[in-house]
Nanobody, 123 residues
């Protein structure tokens, strides 16, 4: 099993910054893509940003030029630096990772989610 633990959420005023972290642990052989999603009340979960093992990134249009995703492959950790935050960024942010786990010599794919961290931006 692979577990993801997020941290760094909180309450911030509009225009402020937050940095989210997500560490993956468990029987990890390799991690392919890692990403951040968010879900606001009454809305569907949406992809915010993703990054491949090679460092290629993609962003939702709504966060381009404000958010930056990065990862530390040695630590199996992904980060989301959020600047110029807006009230509409308020949501629960979830980390996701997919890759290969190995246990008792058996490899299998995993697609794991974190428990979510609340980000609230006040106007």
């Amino acid at each position: 099993q692979v577990q993801l633990v997020e941290s760094g959420g909180g309450l911030v005023q509009a225009g402020g910054s937050l940095r989210l972290s997500c560490a993956a642990s468990g029987s990890i052989f390799s991690i392919n893509a890692m990403g951040w999603y968010r879900q606001a009340p009454g809305k569907q979960r949406e992809l915010v940003a993703s990054i491949t093992s090679g460092g290629r990134t993609s962003y939702a249009d709504s966060v381009k030029d404000r958010f930056t995703i990065s990862r530390d492959n040695a630590k199996n950790t992904v980060y989301l630096q959020m600047n110029s935050l807006k009230p509409e960024d308020t949501a629960v942010y979830y980390c996701n990772a997919d890759g290969i786990s190995v246990r008792v010599g058996v490899e299998r794919r995993f697609d794991s989610w974190g428990q979510g961290t609340q980000v609230t931006v006040s106007s």
